[in-house]
């Protein structure tokens, strides 16, 4: 009976995952970043509890083939291949601790591995019966940390924004708008907001700030440089975080951060750590995604366009010497201190899935 039932959740996990790929596959309206990673961890969490595996190496190869599996459904979305990271991370740590290895060691023995790379290849076929347990139970506490990183990004909105600045954003970001609304409580300033044509979602940011009675102004994007020198702070969400501090972020902003950059106007990037990735900007372009002309010349205009070829990307790069501080939901730093985060989040051996 109970192999039945075995049986018929792993069906049901499969039927899950099955949809939450073909959500990231499909155009349009996708999940955002946070609901992307929680709908990850979720999964993956019930991958551990109703998975057929007896050790924690068979656990990482299921955690790695269904890892592989999501990635590939949308590779701009980093968080999913981030959050699959952070399990297996998770699962090394938990089998570690059943070992009875700690945390110190372990550290000895990463910088014992730079020495004599890879002479360390740690065994995971030993059977321990608490750890579906003891993992389940850290990836429950991964999911509740999921949910408080906006508030906690917000947090630090009035160590940031002081009283009469001018602060400036592009496009609409669900974390700048909380950070931005949380300082309004008890500060007065004026936003203006870069429109980032052609989607024009900065329309939808300013109307969300105005709500909130704080000034607001909505320009076009060809106005940046023009109206940077009366700017106190530039404030900008991003997609991805890459390994090297640098950003893949919503098209537009990198001619932001040049013209920030310029006039010597602080950059601040308010983006969660579940954004942070251990890849680099790669020659395969899977961070690079292109949409449809369609907003910037109508398929109605049918002479120009059989004579010319438009690309529409979603994403701009944004070098790390652009950016003056992320603030994340464990506090603000600079893009340098990326790699130290990085080692504490992700494994090296999971750089690629």
Sequence with gaps: ????????????????????????????????????????????????AHGRWDNAGELM????????????AQPSETTVGNMVRRVLKIIREEYGRLRGRSEESDQQESLHKLLTSGGLNEDFNTHYSPLRANVIEAISELLIE???????????????????????????????????????????????????????????????????????????DAAIFAVMSRVNKVIIGTKTILANGALIAISGTHTLALAAKHHSTPLIVCAPMFKLTPQFLNEEDSFHKFVSPQEVLPFTEGEILSKVNVHCPVFDYV????????????GGNAPSYIYRLMSELYHPDDREL
């Design 319 to 330: 070098p790390p010497e652009l950016i003056t501080l992320f603030i994340s939901n464990i």
């Design 146 to 220: 999921l949910e408080g990183t906006t508030d906690n990004i917000a947090m630090q909105a009035l160590e940031h924004i002081h009283s009469n600045e001018v602060i400036m954003t592009i496009g609409y970001s669900h974390t700048v708008e909380a950070f931005l609304k949380e300082a309004a409580r008890k500060r007065k300033f004026h936003v203006i907001v870069a429109e980032c044509a052609p989607f024009c979602q900065g329309h939808e940011m300013a109307v969300r700030l105005a709500k909130e009675d704080i000034e607001t102004t909505v320009m076009s």
């Design 61 to 72: 190869d299921l955690i790695r083939k269904e890892g592989r599996r999501m990635t590939a």
């Design 1 to 48: 009976m109970s192999a039945v039932a075995a049986t018929k959740k792993e069906s049901e996990l499969s039927g899950q995952i099955e949809d939450f790929v073909a959500l990231l596959k499909r155009g349009g309206e996708r999940p955002r970043s946070e609901e992307a990673a929680r709908q990850t961890v979720g999964l993956l969490r019930r991958i551990v």
